[in-house]
């Protein structure tokens, strides 16, 4: 992976090139044909992924029906609470109609990065915390909209 297709991506829009470089290294490219999965619910979270090019549909399914409830875009970060907690996928996401191109970053990766006690680990956990809030937040709206339901 190179440091150009991360720079200008919303999340790591202060890093500098070097922080960029850094984590280039880790990142491996992934090129995802139409409509395949990048993950299905129940998968171990083995990694978490930045969706470089295309869409990526999250969908949950309940009583045997499958609906899609978000649709992730450039800059995206997929999947990183479940490859920080090490735990199972919570939803399935497809690779949009015109296919997808992710950077995958490995759970053993990314647990170096946070640990190494630097600024670049500070705003790793800064997005991270950022993207927990975000959930939480959306959460309690559905919540809320629901009659907590």
């Known amino acids: ?14 890093f500098d090139e070097t922080e960029l470089s850094r984590l ?10 139409p409509l395949y999965p990048l993950f ?4 171990p979270a083995r990694s978490c992924f930045l969706l ?10 309940s009583e045997g029906v499958r609906q899609a ?6 800059g995206e970060l997929i ?19 015109d296919g997808a191109r992710i950077a995958r ?19 790793l956990w800064s997005i991270l915390l950022n993207k ?3 959930s939480l937040y959306e959460m309690e709206l559905k919540w809320a909209r629901t009659g907590g339901r």
């Open 1 to 14: 992976m190179n440091v150009a297709e991360l720079r200008g991506l919303e999340p790591f829009s202060d």
């Open 24 to 33: 280039a290294h880790c990142m491996q490219l992934q090129e995802f044909t």
């Open 40 to 43: 299905h619910v129940g998968d």
């Open 52 to 61: 470089i090019k295309g869409e990526v549909t999250v969908e949950l399914e």
């Open 69 to 74: 409830v978000a649709v992730l875009g450039r």
């Open 79 to 97: 999947g990183l609470v479940a490859a920080i907690d090490g735990g199972t996928r919570s939803a399935t996401c497809i690779a949009g109609p």
């Open 105 to 123: 970053l490995s759970y053993d990766d990314l647990e170096h990065l946070l640990q190494q006690n630097d600024a670049m680990s500070c705003k």
């Open 132 to 134: 927990l809030s975000q």
